[in-house]
Nanobody, 124 residues
Framework: QVQLVESGGGLVQAGGSLRLSCAAS????????MGWFRQAPGKEREFVAA????????YYADSVKGRFTISRDNAKNTVYLQMNNLKPEDTAVYYC?????????????????WGQGTQVTVSS
């Protein structure tokens, strides 16, 4: 079992930046692939970014590529999402998730543990 707690959300103007953090506790953090997902009102939860447990590979949704950066610090049991040039359409609750075993994936159904989410609101 691993517990995930997100922080860093807030209200920002379009073009601004935010850095989300997700602190993990429980089992060995470096054993998990980590992902960020988001869910806007009335929409399904969607993939944003993911990073392998080895930190070697990262993956991004097309909508955030070039603007968002996922990273992790296995010594601090934390994964980050740096979000630059934010747009109103980035407004959503952002969730981090952990996946055990297998390879990295965009599919939310294959992640085993989820945080409670943090709200990001981008004003125009």
């Amino acid at each position: 079992q691993v517990q995930l707690v997100e922080s860093g959300g807030g209200l920002v103007q379009a073009g601004g930046s935010l850095r989300l953090s997700c602190a993990a506790s429980g089992r060995t953090f470096s054993n998990y692939h980590m992902g960020w997902f988001r869910q806007a009102p009335g929409k399904e939860r969607e993939f944003v970014a993911a990073i392998t447990r080895s930190i070697v590979n990262t993956y991004y949704a097309d909508s955030v590529k070039g603007r968002f950066t996922i990273s992790r610090d296995n010594a601090k049991n934390t994964v980050y999402l740096q979000m630059n040039n934010l747009k109103p359409e980035d407004t959503a609750v952002y969730y981090c998730a952990a996946k055990t075993g297998g390879g990295i994936t965009y599919s939310k159904s294959l992640y085993d543990y989820w945080g409670q989410g943090t709200q990001v609101t981008v004003s125009s």
